[in-house]
């Protein structure tokens, strides 16, 4: 079975600092990835997702995380963070040809201090 | 185009009442998912649709939560007997088929169960 950790509830961080969000999964093999955001009374928007091919994927709002098959973690990062990317970050792992159901991180709250 | 709707944004409901919650996903995506989102806590995976298939209800926590989805379109989920522990944001998401693809959520209804 598939599984996601996120280690950091909070992360908290000024504007124009260097972001890192953690994310590990367990998986059997190479899964699909993904980085969802959830802004206030929001619904989940896509940040970006690895399916496959470069291990660094570019994605939204200035958003690239990279894929690390050795340590099975797929960390978001960011160069400078702005107010606006204050928000709940998840993490997702889906199966190819396993399970139609991605499994979600629990979530890691940004909090941008002025 | 239009996103993932659905309604309502907030009910409020007294213990033992039987709710609907309504969920339109985008035109065309033959994928559909629920979601329950607690505070604090990640999304839990309750009910998927796929075309014509069964669904897959193996994370609905009780008989008391069902779901149906008319003609491959619209799906309702509906809670009876009503809990305070089904206070909760409960998220629907579709996607063109299965997880491997990007889901798209809609804003979620909040419900209280007083």
């Known amino acids: 079975a598939q599984s996601v950790t996120q280690p950091d509830i909070h992360i908290t961080v000024s504007e124009g600092a260097s972001l890192e969000l953690r994310c590990n999964y367990s998986?059997?093999?190479?899964?699909?990835l993904f980085w969802y955001v959830q802004s206030p009374g929001q619904g989940l928007q896509l940040l970006l997702k690895?399916?496959?091919?470069?291990?660094l994927v570019q994605g939204i709002k200035g958003f690239e995380a990279e894929f690390k098959r050795s340590q099975s973690s797929f960390n978001l990062r960011k160069p400078s963070v702005h107010w606006s990317d204050a928000a709940e970050y998840f993490c997702?792992?889906?199966?190819?040809?396993?399970?139609?159901?991605?499994?979600f991180g629990r979530g890691t709250s940004l909090i941008v201090h002025p | 185009g239009a996103g993932v709707s659905q309604s309502p944004s907030n009910k409020v409901t007294e213990k033992g009442k039987d709710v609907e919650l309504r969920c339109d996903p985008i035109?065309?995506?033959?994928?559909l998912y629920w979601y329950r989102q607690s505070l604090g806590q990640g999304l839990e995976f309750l009910i998927y649709?796929?075309?014509?298939?069964?669904?897959?209800k193996s994370g609905l926590p009780s008989d008391r939560f069902s779901a149906e989805r008319t003609g491959g379109s619209v799906s309702t989920l509906t809670i009876q007997r009503t809990q305070q522990e089904d206070s909760a944001v409960y998220l629907c998401?579709?996607?063109?088929?299965?997880?491997?693809?990007?889901?798209?959520f809609g804003p979620g209804t909040r419900l209280t169960v007083l």
């Open positions: 997702a792992v889906g199966s190819p040809g396993g399970s139609y159901i991605p499994t």
């Open positions: 035109s065309g995506h033959t994928a």
């Open positions: 998401a579709s996607s063109l088929d299965f997880g491997g693809n990007e889901q798209f």
């Open positions: 998986y059997g093999a190479t899964p699909y």
């Open positions: 690895y399916f496959s091919g470069d291990t």
């Open positions: 649709f796929q075309g014509n298939s069964a669904p897959d």
